[in-house]
């Protein structure tokens, strides 16, 4: 069937706000989308009927308790898992420091871990850290500056017996590039007995999820990126959980995944992300109506996501290449990449570019977007950085349209 953007578009409150009668064109989504009415609606509920802590034998509590034990089976559902194998935290980079510092009690002076020059700096910089205090040994996987593309043929060479993790970024949240998961999680079996870390905030936007079949240890998200509220997700593979001596409070649970959950949650994001899961659930249904339960009506949802995606990516590429003063970073097409573009414009720094679009109503980035060492590969520090502009699937042809022609406007 056609994507029914129309109705999309009716469940996202922000899409109807204008600055001085002119709309809003939210290309800002690889920093955080807009959040759907669903969630909304349900941290208002939540907030409205009566808060409480966990744990109680009175309404407000028995009732967050079973807010708390949905929301953990909507991101089960979303990810293909099982509820006590996940652990909501502040987000994705304070889980990666938690649970990085809990890996390492085991680790020894010399043995070695694998970060990318690819990844966002949560899934760098928690590493180096524990290195540095452990005296471990890092090694770092390089990409292809011209394709965007990590070069996977040097992985074997890096993974040895002395490997203990292997940190990958699904998606690249600068240049876009999806990562290969499935080579790469076979090449760490083979070669080592090393865990292997996924962070996949800029995939779990576009991309259906299924832990079971990526064969990753653990996986992180943020849900403030898939439409929903400002909280971190953390699934770990239940075998490597099980032996994780977390960092917490004596009294505190030790049970699955929930040992890393320090401290009183937000219930309202849990709440947010019961909402954010019917969402998803609902056009799951719209785009493919019967199907017998919401695991497969949300994998409907982000199939007909990439799709309705890949269409305005396409335009999107075909308007930049247009422009001769335009450089656009990573992959060339839509194959393996999710709707994140960065790009250059000569004689025009990336800040300024910005602020053109911002001008217009059109938001966008300039950066590095914490993928440091990305950009150091790139040689564009000293020129701030690149352009990053993303969509998501409430985005129009016609905003795409807007954007080349705003570009137009700036180059005359």
Same mark, same amino acid.
Request: charge should be negative; hydrophobic fraction near 45%.
């Given at each position: ?33 807009? @959040? ?20 109680? @034998? ?53 043995? &070695? ?16 850290? #524990? ?22 043929? *040097? ?10 993790? @292997? ?17 790469? #999680? ?5 070669? *080592? ?46 075998? @490597? ?19 890393? &959950? ?24 719209? #785009? ?17 996501? &990439? ?81 990053? #502009? ?23």
């Amino acid at each position: 069937m056609t994507f029914p953007i129309d109705a999309v578009r009716r469940r996202f409150p922000a899409l109807d706000v204008t600055d001085d009668d002119r709309a809003r064109i939210y290309l800002d989504a690889p920093g955080g989308t807009q @959040v759907c009415s669903d969630a909304i609606d349900a941290m208002r509920r939540h907030l409205a009927l009566g808060a409480a802590n966990a744990g109680g @034998v009175f309404a407000t509590s028995c009732a967050v308790d079973s807010l708390s034990r949905s929301a953990h089976q909507a991101i089960a559902d979303l990810i293909g898992a099982d509820p006590d194998e996940v652990a909501f935290g502040a987000n994705m980079t304070s889980l990666t420091f938690a649970v990085s510092r809990a890996l390492a009690r085991d680790w020894r002076s010399g043995d &070695e871990l694998v970060v990318t020059r690819l990844d966002h700096d949560a899934n760098v910089a928690p590493w180096l850290e #524990v290195a540095e205090d452990r005296g471990l040994i890092v090694r770092w996987l390089d990409f292809d500056p011209a394709t965007g593309r990590l070069q996977l043929d *040097s992985l074997p060479g890096l993974v040895s017996d002395r490997t203990r993790l @292997v940190a990958i970024g699904g998606a690249s949240n600068a240049l876009g590039s999806i990562a290969d998961l499935d080579t790469i #999680v076979r090449t760490v079996r083979r070669e *080592s007995q090393a865990l292997v870390y996924v962070d996949a905030v800029q995939l779990a936007p576009h991309v259906a999820l299924d832990v079971k079949a990526l064969g990753c240890d653990l996986l992180a998200f943020s849900p403030y990126k898939l439409f929903g509220p400002h909280v971190g997700v953390l699934w770990c593979r239940r075998e @490597v959980a099980d032996r994780l001596r977390a960092y917490k409070v004596r009294a505190a649970s030790s049970r699955g995944m929930a040992r890393f &959950e320090t401290g009183t949650p937000s219930f309202e994001a849990q709440a947010g992300i019961i909402g954010m899961a019917d969402y998803l659930e609902w056009l799951g249904e719209m #785009v493919s109506p019967g199907l017998a339960n919401r695991r497969e009506r949300l994998s409907a949802a982000f199939e007909a996501c &990439e799709t309705y995606e890949a269409e305005l990516g396409s335009a999107l590429l075909e308007g930049l290449a247009k422009f001769n003063s335009v450089r656009v970073y990573g992959p060339a097409d839509m194959t393996d990449r999710v709707p994140t573009f960065a790009f250059t414009v000569e004689g025009h720094s990336p800040s300024d570019v910005v602020r053109h679009l911002a001008d217009r109503g059109i938001f966008a980035w300039a950066g590095h977007f914490y993928a440091v060492e990305t950009i150091v590969r790139l040689r564009l520090e000293a020129e701030g950085g690149l352009v990053r #502009v993303g969509l998501c699937h409430y985005n129009t042809m016609a905003e795409v349209d807007l954007l080349i022609a705003a570009l137009a406007d700036l180059l005359g």
